[in-house]
Nanobody, 129 residues
């Protein structure tokens, strides 16, 4: 069992930055690939970024490439999402997720919500214009 708690959300002006954190419980954090997703009002949850167990492989949605960076610190059981050059369309609740990916991790699997086993409660990010 893994519990995930997101933090770092808030209100920021367009062009600003935020860093989200996701703290995981348990001693097996390094055995999970981690992902960030977001959901805006009235829209489906969408993939943002994912990172492999060791951090060697990273995947991003086209909409955030070059602006967002995912990273992880396995010693701290934490995954981060650094968000720069924020836009109003980035406004959403951001969720982190953990997945075992026993069959392997690739870009398609990383972007698929059913691939993940555990989800956090989410943190609100609001970008004003």
């Amino acid at each position: 069992q893994v519990q995930l708690v997101e933090s770092g959300g808030g209100l920021v002006q367009a062009g600003g930055s935020l860093r989200l954190s996701c703290a995981a419980s348990g001693r097996t954090f390094s055995s999970y690939a981690m992902g960030w997703f977001r959901q805006a009002p009235g829209k489906e949850r969408e993939f943002v970024a994912a990172i492999s167990w060791s951090g060697g492989n990273k995947y991003y949605a086209d909409s955030v490439k070059g602006r967002f960076t995912i990273s992880r610190d396995n010693a701290k059981n934490t995954v981060y999402l650094q968000m720069n050059s924020l836009k109003p369309e980035d406004t959403a609740v951001y969720y982190c997720a953990a997945g075992s990916f026993y069959g392997g991790l690739d870009g398609i699997m990383a972007a698929s919500t059913p691939s993940y086993d555990y989800w956090g409660q989410g943190t609100q990010v609001t970008v004003s214009s």
